[in-house]
């Protein structure tokens, strides 16, 4: 065991303290990862402040993960010390069932084991990003390639894959019209990686304050959603439709704008249950979907595929002591796109 700098939540209301955290010693599959950046994620305030459920207190979390690999187990064959890495959502799963086996850890029969909050397979409760080191099985720990700065590369672990995988998995491509809801962490990443895959993008957000940034990450068009008249010109108009924002929608309305065979998938989650009328979907064959984050294959292909096409989060850098500021600024929607913390102020 080692004993690292961290950041943790003691309680659902206290604010966020400097700590320390207990590090499993590196097994044999095991890879020691000093980190250099971390990622803040809406999921890490929504955890701390208990709106997903019980919380571990005290938790530390973040799983925006890069840095760099300082030690390896004897048997780890993927991951070399010095080696450019990252970690996102999950840390191990069962490894044993058909999704597991099919590549889809994140969809694991058993329950993946969380960055954070999660119970780890000594027992104790995974502790996140936001601290100095992490120890992770090789088999978890992803390749960032070196077209990738360090400090962008941080959010591609989560707000990357998690609209990467929706994108290809419905595959958005030429020919196809897909809206982005939200132009917020995820939504701006959805906008640069539809853009990339060739989809004709749209981005549905509640003003236009942010339009001149949609286009330039490759949107074609850009509509308020406070404006009535948006849904009326809209409707019948997508393939796809990725709903990034964690706060309820007109769920009707937004259906309404998909053509036939259309699909409404949510990435973003609002505490509170979105009710859906189902002659909204009866009238063009329409589906309403969710998808969660990628699998580890599927999250090294985003890597890979995010540096060939230049694309990177647009990040606001921020030192440890600035995490309950920024939280608060998330909350306001005070970012573009999304902030990162230099682990080297917590050292």
Not at 3 to 12: D, E, K, L, M, R
Not at 91 to 105: F, I, L, T, Y
Request: overall charge negative; hydrophobic content about 40%.
């Amino acid at each position: 065991m080692s004993t690292v700098n961290a950041i943790a939540a003691p309680s659902a209301t206290d604010p966020l303290v400097r700590t320390t955290v207990e590090r499993r010693a590196v097994g044999p599959r095991d890879v020691l990862i000093e980190i250099r950046y971390a990622g803040i994620c809406h999921s890490d305030i929504h955890t701390v402040r208990g709106e997903w459920g019980k919380v571990p207190y005290p938790l530390t979390v973040g799983h925006e993960i890069v840095g760099q690999v300082t030690e390896v187990g004897a048997e780890v064959t993927r991951h070399s010390v010095g080696d450019r890495v990252g970690v996102g959502c999950m840390v191990n799963s069962c490894r044993e069932c058909d999704n597991c086996k099919a590549g889809q850890e994140q969809y694991c029969l058993n329950g993946n084991v969380g960055t954070y909050a999660g119970t780890d397979r000594d027992g104790t409760v995974t502790q996140g990003g936001y601290s100095t080191h992490i120890v992770v099985d090789e088999d978890f720990v992803l390749r960032v390639p070196e077209a990738i700065p360090y400090e962008t590369a941080a959010p591609l672990l989560c707000a990357g894959i998690t609209t990467y995988s929706p994108l290809a998995h419905w595959k958005a491509g030429p020919g196809r019209n897909v809206a982005v809801v939200g132009m917020g962490g995820l939504g701006h990443m959805g906008v640069k990686i539809a853009a990339a895959m060739g989809a004709e993008v749209t981005v549905l957000s509640q003003t236009l304050g942010k339009k001149d940034d949609g286009l330039a990450f490759g949107a074609k068009h850009y509509y308020a959603t406070s404006d009535p008249a948006t849904f009326k010109e809209l409707a019948n108009t997508f393939d796809l439709i990725i709903n990034t924002v964690s706060a309820p929608i007109d769920m009707g309305a937004y259906l309404r704008m998909l053509r036939l065979d259309g699909t409404l998938v949510a990435v973003g989650a609002p505490p509170e249950p979105l009710p859906v009328q189902v002659f909204s979907l009866f009238g063009a064959r329409r589906s309403f979907a969710g998808s969660s984050i990628g699998g580890i294959a599927e999250t090294q292909e985003m890597l890979d595929f995010c540096a060939e096409h230049g694309i990177a989060p647009q990040v606001e850098v921020i030192s440890a002591d600035a995490v309950n500021e920024a939280y608060e600024r998330v909350l306001k929607s005070d970012v573009r796109y999304r902030f990162v913390i230099d682990i080297d102020t917590l050292r």
